[in-house]
Nanobody, 118 residues
Framework: VQLQASGGGLVQPGGSLRLSCVASENIVDLSEVGWYRQAPGKQREVVALISNGASAKYADAVLGRFTMSRDNAKNRLYLQMNRLEPEDTAVYYC?????????????WGKGTQVTVSS
């Protein structure tokens, strides 16, 4: 599965951005899809995940501000980010996984930079 994220940029604190990720395959067939981010000097962390078609789950730091959605017909994932804070500055990655029994394959797209600064 190839993933390509876009939509990052520079935004002022309190602003909004919408990230988009297009997959090369039918995302309905994927066990897990989500968004991660990695800030400078920090480990990559989960932002939002959808597993096995369930509702999205969010990291505490973004709960109530970020919303993940998907368009199965277009094989796209979205991350609507509102009330952005400087702490949200990071490279954002979309992720997809196939899980079969105990086997798991993760796929990552190239990240898109989000910078929140005045």
């Amino acid at each position: 599965v190839q993933l390509q994220a876009s939509g990052g940029g520079l935004v002022q604190p309190g602003g909004s951005l919408r990230l988009s990720c297009v997959a090369s395959e039918n995302i309905v067939d994927l066990s897990e899809v989500g968004w991660y981010r990695q800030a400078p000097g920090k480990q990559r962390e989960v932002v939002a995940l959808i597993s096995n078609g369930a509702s999205a789950k969010y990291a505490d730091a973004v709960l109530g501000r970020f919303t993940m959605s998907r368009d199965n017909a277009k094989n796209r994932l979205y991350l609507q980010m509102n009330r952005l804070e400087p702490e949200d500055t990071a490279v954002y990655y979309c992720m997809a996984a196939r899980v079969s029994g105990r086997a798991r394959l993760d796929y990552w797209g190239k990240g898109t930079q989000v910078t929140v600064s005045s």
